[in-house]
T-cell receptor, first 111, second 110 residues
């Protein structure tokens, strides 16, 4: 079946611009995670949803980062006033039981 | 979540078994051992997970020591397409965030 999809796959933003990254989880998956992966490093946790409830946002690096999942399905990660240090791959994962399934990621480059 | 330690890189000849070690000496009783891999420019791919019994699926085998302080992921017949970064993660069974660490870069050579 269809896996986790993310869009756009690539995004170039000018410093100070707002961006929105979309995640379409696997149908029926209750849990949804966002991770940030800097070049050459492992993914780092940003935030977690169970259905529409954001249960953990401890990994969001600043108040410029905001995530939502209003209907418990599609999720959007928004970054306001982007900075060069926000350049990374943003990964979304969904899961139903004990396993997380990852999307291909969105590669964000802030110039 | 348990801190895991993995070698930064390993080489393996194509067709041979690849044995990837992971130390997780601080793992607690309710934490599972998960293995994921990440092929260049792709999202992490689930491989296998286990609690204390050895596990096998179509991709790999997972051997966990009796004291649960370490484990080994075994790819029985490595191919060039298995070249990737392999991550060992300790996490509770109920849904929880993963701490990936730096992983092991496996290079499968012809």
């Amino acid at each position: 079946g269809a896996g986790v999809s993310q869009s756009p796959r690539y995004k170039v933003a000018k410093r100070g611009q707002d961006v929105a990254l979309r995640c379409d989880p696997i149908s029926g998956h209750v849990s949804l995670f966002w991770y940030q992966q800097a070049l050459g490093q492992g993914p780092e946790f940003l935030t977690y949803f169970q259905n529409e409830a954001q249960l953990d946002k401890s990994g969001l690096p600043s108040d410029r980062f905001f995530a939502e999942r209003p209907e418990g399905s599609v999720s959007t990660l928004k970054i306001q006033r982007t900075q060069q240090e926000d350049s990374a791959v943003y990964l979304c994962a969904s899961g139903r039981q004990e396993t997380q399934y990852f999307g291909p990621g969105t590669r964000l480059l802030v110039l | 979540d348990a801190k895991t330690t993995q070698p930064p890189s390993m080489d393996c000849a194509e067709g041979r078994a690849a044995n990837l070690p992971c130390n997780h000496s601080t793992i607690s009783g309710n934490e599972y051992v998960y293995w994921y891999r990440q092929i260049h420019s792709q999202g992490p791919q689930y491989i296998i997970h286990g609690l204390k019994n050895n596990e096998t699926n179509e991709m790999a085998s997972l051997i966990i020591t009796e004291d649960r302080k370490s484990s080994t992921l075994i790819l029985p017949h490595a191919t060039l397409r298995d070249t990737a970064v392999y991550y060992c993660i300790g996490s509770p069974h109920n849904f929880n965030k993963f701490y990936f660490g730096s992983g092991t870069k496996l290079n499968v050579k012809p």
